[in-house]
């Protein structure tokens, strides 16, 4: 009896663990494939170009969305620059390109209809010379 009691209770915290895991809604990639799926993924790359993958879970309900990018510092975020996104209003999934070149941490979220946050997510660019 004793057995199945902690059987139990372990199963019971698995569940609620797996439960509780944030669902990614902004990805960093080097492309998407024609069906929207991230190509290469990940929070470190190297200087350049990325592709986000933004994944909502209600429609956007807009036709743009607004993209902030914080820089990272030590004890603070300070805005590094914005810009737009043209979305579908009736669609949950969007691309766009980003560019980062300066090595260092940033911070992006994204905001649609009424300044909702959509998506967050961070990224690091690293020097590999």
């Not at 994944?55 to 300070?78: C, I, M, P, Q």
């Not at 941490?105 to 961070?122: H, Q, S």
Request: net charge negative; with cysteine; charged share 30%.
């Amino acid at each position: 009896m004793k057995n199945i009691l902690t059987t139990l209770i372990l199963l019971a915290v698995l569940m609620f663990l797996g439960g509780c895991k944030k669902k990614e809604t902004l990805l960093f990639c080097e492309g998407t494939t024609p069906d929207m799926k991230g190509v290469k993924c990940g929070t470190v790359f190297t200087a350049g170009d990325l592709t986000l993958l933004i994944k909502s879970g209600d429609n956007f309900e807009t036709d743009k969305l607004t993209a902030v990018v914080y820089d990272l510092k030590e004890y603070r975020e300070e805005q590094a620059r914005t810009f737009s996104i043209d979305v579908k209003p009736e669609e949950q999934t969007a691309t766009a390109p980003l560019s980062l070149y300066a090595e260092g941490k940033y911070r992006l979220r994204i905001y649609g209809k009424d300044k909702k946050n959509v998506a967050e997510g961070e990224v690091e660019i690293v020097d590999t010379y």
